[in-house]
Structure formats: C-alpha cells, structure tokens
C-alpha cells in the first residue's frame, strides 16, 4: 500500500521569509512519480512538479526547489522568498510508476496549509 | 496541458436529490478520474472513468452512488446520487494522456448539501 504523509498540517511566515514543506512517502514499488501540487483559495489544484523514482537530482524553478532523498523517502519543498500569493494548501502525492507509464491512480498526503503574511 | 472546465462550478441541493457534473477536455485524453475532496481533508480518488466501459471504482465507492459516464476521449460526468450532507465536497476531474505521466486537474465543483 501507498501512503503519503504531510507531518505539517499548518504553516505561518511573515513575507520574504524561507519556508520547507516536508513530505514523507512509503511504497512498495520501486518505480514511482512524486508531485507537488498547490490549491489557492479558489480551489483548483495546480501541478508544480513531478520527480520520477530513479531521477533524484534536486530541481529549482524560480523561487521553488525541491529536494528528493531516496533514503529518507522524502520529496522536500522549499519555497524561497516567499509572497502573500504562495498562500495555499500544498499536497505531496504518489502514484506508481508502471513500466514506464504512470499508473495513474495518485494518492495524496493531508495537505499543508501555508499562510504568509504581508 | 489539456484546458478542462466543470460545470456546475457550484451548487447547493436538497438530500435526497441528484446531482450530475461535467468533465470537458479541450483535447483527446486517455485517462480521467474523479476525485472527492471532503472540507478540509484531502483528495481521495472516486473512480477511473474508462472511455467506452463501465468505470473502475474505489474501495468505499461504489457505481449506485456515484454513476459516471464517458462516452469519449473528451468528457465525462459524474453523478452524486440520492444526496445527503455528507456528500458536501469539492468533486474535482483530473485527466492524464499517454506519455505525459502527469495529472492535470479540472477546477472542481463545490457542493453543498443540505
């Protein structure tokens, strides 16, 4: 069985401060995808990344970074810099990885809220 | 990505009532899904629309509750049937197509049972 756990269910920082959601994943398999997906206010979740099991070289994109440790089995986000607009609910899921081809079904970690502050 | 809309984006029903959402695609998809996202909890994967057959359903969900339809590669509904308040959630769409092995999802539908 898949799980997926999200430890910080609640994080407050004052804008321009550094903040690291942690995400702690337990499968399995040994081919799977990691994603980060957010979900403002409005609702709609967005993707932000997906990693794949066998690349685990961290990966920047602006003020975002992600750290993925096999070992520990976690897919760390870091935002940078934050802005009152990264204020939303973040989910880590999994899903496994067939062949090749995603499997499709993903399970989803609780979910973090971030909240920063002007 | 693929653009996706929902209709309703919102509604508020009376229990006992059914109420059917729609899934649109701008382009051919292989895979959809629906998903329920409960007040303040996370996502949990209803069922797997399959184009053409009957939908793969989760543990704890079943097809008299929630009915789905997909009749092509580019939309699907899903039925809340004989609602009650525990029903209220957020029911959102996700599709996937070969090869891009990520998903995308649509912008939900709020419902609200009363």
């Known amino acids: 069985a898949q799980k997926v756990t999200q430890a910080q269910t609640e994080i407050s920082v004052v804008e321009k401060e550094d903040v690291t959601l942690d995400c702690v994943y337990e499968?399995?398999?040994?081919?799977?995808?990691l994603f980060w997906y957010k979900q403002p206010p409005s609702g709609e979740l967005v993707f932000l990344i997906r990693r794949n099991s066998f690349d685990e070289q961290n990966e920047i994109s602006g003020r975002y970074s992600w750290n993925f440790q096999k070992s520990t089995s976690s897919f760390n986000f870091t935002i940078t810099a934050s802005q009152v607009v990264d204020s939303a609910v973040y989910f880590c899921a999994l899903t496994y990885n067939a062949g090749g081809t995603s499997y499709g079904k993903l399970t989803f970690g609780q979910g973090t809220i971030l909240t920063v502050h002007p | 990505s693929a653009v996706i809309s929902q209709k309703p984006s919102r509604d508020i029903c009376q229990r006992g009532t059914s109420l059917t959402i729609q899934c649109q695609v701008d382009s051919q998809v292989t895979m959809m899904f629906w998903y329920r996202q409960q007040p303040g909890q996370s996502l949990t994967l209803i069922a797997t629309a399959n184009q053409g057959s009957e939908a793969t359903y989760e543990s704890g969900f079943v097809i008299d509750k929630f009915p789905i339809s997909r009749p092509n590669l580019t939309f699907s509904t899903l039925t809340v049937s004989n609602m009650s308040p525990e029903d209220s959630s957020i029911y959102l769409c996700s599709v996937e197509d070969t090869g891009q092995e990520t998903q995308y999802f649509g912008p939900g539908t709020r419902l609200l049972v009363l």
């Open positions: 499968t399995r398999d040994t081919t799977y995808y």
